[in-house]
């Protein structure tokens, strides 16, 4: 079986679906990789070391011809594949709900599309799940970059010329990103806060030595271990909680995401207006229309002398180790279901019905068609 990795051609892209490392164990499953040529650059990870691992390192089209699977961060567009074997698999991400029209490509062309992102939250599959590995990775580099716009420390210091406070941060969001937000923060000595709308999440919060902050009476807990949406009795109870917490705050992390929606609002102008000069706000959920008012993917925005920062796509600023926990999460797919005897993975229903967006001409998943 061809396993084929093409060069990531998004928009600010530095990922790459395979490393050295992954390449060798694919091969010791039996299979042949193929990598395009400067695939993993934007990595750290040259051709020849690709090589060294036993892939065979060539152009898009010779990389792809004949491939069985085509392996991405991003799903590419159907035209880079042509060669592929008909039915083929394309393992990446897709953003289904916002790329409709990437899916029906890929049915149309009659591609197997299998959404990474669509992988169920189920213990089984927590070592296939690339929305967490890379959300730790973007809680992580959210608190880095926003520490590195404020105009003051992170921890308290004692000095002959004074004390430094200690900055507060506030976590809006408790998932992934913003467990790891709450333990970055808290690592680089700041005074740490998070809220949530799921109330077990204190206990989370607690343990990473963070402050729990809820309103009364808030609970929107949704499948998956995702946040639900909240009705206008509890939004306007958050926002008042948000706008007596918020002006005390020198950094905000928002990180609240509803799949197939848009980011809901958390911030408001009215809100950032009440925060001192020279605070920060970095809005995880920028790409997907934002947490805060006024942010702007890629760009700092300056509001009442607030700093307002989201980047696009937070992993592809730590390009090496985001691409090594990526990779590993789509290893350890295809080797849960590998089937020696056919000489490649063979889906269950359980997990196969969950990221499967096309098969034999027709869009298939269930969370697409409803």
């Given at each position: 079986m061809k396993i084929a990795v093409l060069r990531e051609r998004g928009d600010g892209e530095t990922r790459v679906a395979a490393t050295p490392e992954t390449v060798k164990k694919l091969i010791a499953l039996g299979a042949s990789v193929s990598i395009e040529q400067g695939a993993g650059e934007s990595a750290a990870i040259s051709d020849s070391a690709y090589t060294d691992a036993g892939a065979d390192v060539s152009t898009a089209a010779q990389a792809v011809a004949d491939a069985d699977v085509v392996?991405?961060?991003q799903a590419p567009d159907?035209?880079?594949?042509?060669g592929a074997k008909p039915g083929a698999w394309v393992a990446a991400t897709f953003d289904p709900f916002g790329r409709k029209d990437r899916v029906e490509a890929y049915a149309k062309a009659g591609f197997e599309a299998l959404a990474l992102e669509f992988m169920p939250r189920i213990t089984r599959a927590q070592s296939m799940d690339v929305l967490s590995s890379q959300s730790n990775l973007a809680g992580y580099k959210a608190v880095i970059s926003a520490a590195n716009a404020y105009g003051r420390a992170f921890p308290m210091m004692m000095t002959a010329a004074g004390t430094v406070s200690a900055a507060k941060v506030f976590v809006m969001g408790v998932g992934v990103a913003g467990l790891q937000a709450i333990a970055t923060a808290k690592r680089l000595g700041a005074q740490v806060s998070a809220t949530d709308v799921r109330p077990e999440t204190a206990e989370q919060i607690k343990s990473l030595g963070g402050k729990p902050v809820f309103a009364e009476g808030l609970e929107a807990a949704g499948e998956g271990g995702y946040a639900a949406e909240l009705t206008d009795e509890q939004k306007a109870a958050q926002a008042e909680m948000v706008s007596n917490h918020i002006a005390k705050q020198d950094i905000v992390i928002t990180t609240a995401l509803i799949p197939g929606r848009a980011a809901p609002r958390l911030v408001s102008d009215a809100q950032i207006a009440t925060m001192k000069q020279g605070s920060v706000i970095f809005d995880l959920a920028v790409a997907q229309g934002g947490n805060v008012e006024g942010s702007v993917p890629d760009q700092v925005v300056q509001k009442h002398g607030v700093?307002?920062?989201?980047?696009?796509?937070?992993p592809a600023h730590l390009p090496a180790d985001a691409s090594a926990l990526f990779s590993r999460?789509?290893?350890?797919?295809l080797n849960a279901f590998w089937d020696a005897e056919a000489g490649r993975p063979v889906l269950d229903e359980e997990i196969g019905d969950a990221i499967r967006l096309t098969k034999d001409g027709a869009v298939v998943n269930a969370r697409l068609t409803s």
């Open positions: 392996m991405g961060v159907v035209f880079d594949l042509a700093s307002i920062m989201g980047f696009s796509n937070p999460n789509l290893f350890n797919f």
